[in-house]
Every structure is written in C-alpha cells, then in structure tokens.
C-alpha cells in the first residue's frame, strides 16, 4: 500500500489533500486484496501516523512524491514487519539516520503491521487452525474421523444432547431424525466449527435379538462368533481407506497388519452396526 502525496493532487477535490489520498489508496488496496485474497504491505498506513504523530520527520523527497532517505527506511522496516510477521523493532542497521529517528520508524512500521494481521490479510493459511470430519453411519451408529491441521483441543455436539471429548467418537442415536453434530477444535491460531447434517431413520432402528460377537484373539486377530450365518464386513481405517472387505462366517479369524484405530462395519439378513476396533 503505497502513501499519498505531501499535498494531494490540487487537480482534483476528491484527492486534494494527503489525508484524501491516503485514505482513496487505502480504501483501493484493500478492495483489491479482498477481491483476490491477497495480502497488503502497509506502508501507508504508517505514514500516515508518522505524519500525524511525528511531523518534524520528513518522509518526502524535494518532489513530494518519491519518498526521502527516512521514507524509504519506514517503508523497508513496514515491509520486513509484513513479509515475517514480527516486530522490526531494534534492527541494527539504520541507513545513516540518526537512532532516535530510526527507533521511531522502526515502532511504527512494527504496531502498524504487527498489531494488524488479520486487517491486512497477512496471516498464514499454514499456520490457522483448521477442522473437518467425515463420518460413516451404519443403522443407528455413527463412527466419525476428523482432520485436523494446528489443533490442540476439539469437542464433539452430536445434536441429541450428548457431548464427546474423543477425537474419533463412535455415537449411537437412539431415536430416528435429523441430527447437526459440530466439531468444535482450537489451536494457538483460534477456534473453528465445522458442522454437518445426519440422517437417522427409523426403519435403520430396529433391533435384532442376535448380533455377530468379536473376540480378540491378541493383539491384531479377532475371531468371529456368529450363529446367525454369514456376516459381511467392510473395515475402514481412520482415514477412510477400505482395509479389509468380505463376507465371514462363524469362526473365522480376522487379522490386522498394522497397528491403529479401525472401524468395522457390519451386516446380516437381519441386522447391522459398526464398532470400533484399536490394534496395539
């Protein structure tokens, strides 16, 4: 963002003075930056200040355009503020000013960026906080799996009530409906929401007398336990990836390469439903 002139531009009423001008820079560049999500140096900005604040500092070369030797100090010092996010403050090399001056420029290029990211669109997208989920629904059961990116904490509203603390909840509706379940996270960048909408119907909520068991053998088999024939099952890693798939019967051994979080899911001729599987 560049500064306006020392005197406006006479030749027009609208940008007559520096204050007009400054101000029509200021409006454009930051219209500009919100239209193709760029971000602003701005070096107007502090010159404005400078000039309001430290008037006996001439930011202007003899034409009253092109800045001095302190102008173009203030606007190195504005543009490290941007291009590194922090205060130029104590910069040891000062171009031939004296250190009072420089100490000053070097203040307000700082406050001016420093305090203002967000307003300058100088912000990182690597480094916001950042959170969404996908989720697999099987009958009444839901197995969610989140992504996250710079998160430290996250909460789980599943919209009937009831609240979880884990990062990769399973959650059973108990009554058919349409349900909004927000992921809530935080990091050092801020919190952000992500929501979605769940359908659970009533003919997915009846319940069977009779479900196939597993039990585990050691650390990465289980074993089937079925009486009610044929089970087909298609297990889900936490990312989404399909690991296994099939159709197993009564004791049957299924077994794991790898350790983590899995998600099984599971259906008969007269029933269906997930649990979550932790391979050691």
């Not at 990312?239 to 998600?263: C, H, M, P, W």
Request: proline residues 4%; negative net charge.
């Amino acid at each position: 963002m560049t500064w306006g002139r020392q005197n406006g531009d006479p030749q027009w009423d609208s940008i007559n003075t520096f204050d007009k001008m400054n101000k029509r820079l200021r409006d454009a560049y930051l219209r500009i930056a919100d239209s193709s999500n760029a971000s602003i140096a701005a070096v107007g900005s502090a010159w404005k200040f400078i000039r309001d604040n430290h008037p006996s500092i001439n930011l202007y070369s003899g034409d009253g355009s092109h800045p001095s030797l302190a102008g173009t100090y203030l606007s190195a010092c504005v543009f490290y503020s941007s291009l590194f996010r922090k205060s130029s403050i104590g910069a040891t090399y000062i171009a031939g000013l004296d250190v009072n001056t420089a100490s000053i420029l070097q203040e307000v290029a700082s406050f001016s960026v420093v305090d203002s990211l967000n307003l300058w669109n100088l912000v990182s997208p690597d480094s916001l906080t950042y959170a969404t989920f996908t989720f697999n629904v099987s009958g009444n059961s839901v197995a969610f799996v989140p992504d996250f990116d710079h998160v430290n904490t996250w909460s789980w509203d599943f919209g009937d009530g009831n609240l979880s603390q884990d990062q990769q909840p399973l959650h059973v509706y108990n009554t058919p409906g349409i349900y909004t379940v927000t992921l809530t996270a935080s990091g050092p960048c801020g919190t952000t929401t992500h929501e979605e909408s769940i359908t659970i119907h009533a003919s997915e909520l009846n319940e069977s007398d009779v479900h196939p068991l597993f039990a585990q053998l050691d650390e990465n088999s289980f074993r089937l336990l079925s009486k009610i024939g044929p089970v087909n099952i298609k297990i889900y890693n936490t990312q989404g990836a399909l690991e296994i798939e099939g159709i197993r019967n009564n004791t049957d051994v299924i077994s794991f390469s790898k350790s983590g979080v899995y998600f099984l899911f599971y259906s008969t001729a007269n029933n269906s439903g997930v649990k979550k599987i932790v391979i050691n």
